[in-house]
């Protein structure tokens, strides 16, 4: 009796560590599903995210946990997705922010609920899918964008918060390959590592040790501000050409004052919207309509001073829409 009763005590252990190592089974179409959404750092550019998941919660009947990693380092991202596997979602979108070193944790996460990224992708991992930018194109772009501000080319310098997330490495690149072969050259790049107060240091020291720079190229949304508030303050605006990405207030003002010339701006609230229908349709067992390179690209667009009042009222209608 004792033998049975330890065998079945070990085959209900056996059983537990079975279900809890596989994705939750589809919910049914009326079940609210759990998910979570994790960003790579703490940004104006994700709270229009946030306005896309709040719109995604009330169209696809999702409950989503928005997580921003304040320090914005790999081992709090970690920590918040082990602590989301422990809650119990269904599914995570993240963005990685060092997806090279990240593939074991991002794997786990797979292993147990349906994991997506977006905004920066970990083509390496087991993710379900990629929903965001194409990078390389969006970088191009920029390189463009810069080409025009500097019809007799000039040294640049690039910022960005880190080079080992995916979507920056991409953003480089298609700046240095578009202004290869032109009078544009890029001569430095200055990582401040999500910090803020850095950003804008970075700018200012470029400012003084490099008096003859003519281009400076923000990658990350928050060094859009950083930069025109460094050149406004050295007395350098116009003289100073810049081109950016995303669109945080202060960047859009600086475009609206001629400070930056022009911005690359992306779809965060689709990449948020886009990762709750997906999410939802995982969990339930529909199809998420993922196509078969697994990539899901939302077009980037150039914003400047022609386009930026229009752009910003439709920007700030999509905000108060998704927080009804």
Known sequence: MRKICLFLAVLAVGLLAYSCSKKPAPTGTKETVRVAFVSNTVSPFWRIAKAGVTAGERDFNVQCDFRMPA????GEQKQILEDLLVKGVSGI???PISPAN???????VAESVNLITMDSDAPESKRICYVGTDNYAAGRRAGEEIKKALPNGGKVVIFVGRLDALNAKQRRQGIID?????KVQVVDTLTDNADHVKAKENVENTLVKRPDVAGLMGLWSYNGPAIAEAVKAAGKQGKV???????????LQAIKEGVI???IVQNPYEFGYQSMRILAALARGEDPKIPKNKLIFLPERVINRDNVDAFWA?????MAEGSK
């Open 71 to 74: 320090k914005g380092d790999v």
């Open 314 to 318: 439709d920007l700030k209608k999509h």
């Open 102 to 108: 990240q593939t074991d944790i991002l794997n786990k």
């Open 261 to 263: 010339f022009s911005t």
């Open 241 to 251: 050409k810049i081109v950016t990405f995303d669109e945080e207030d202060g960047t």
């Open 93 to 95: 979108a993240v963005s």
């Open 178 to 182: 578009a202004v290869k072969g032109s």
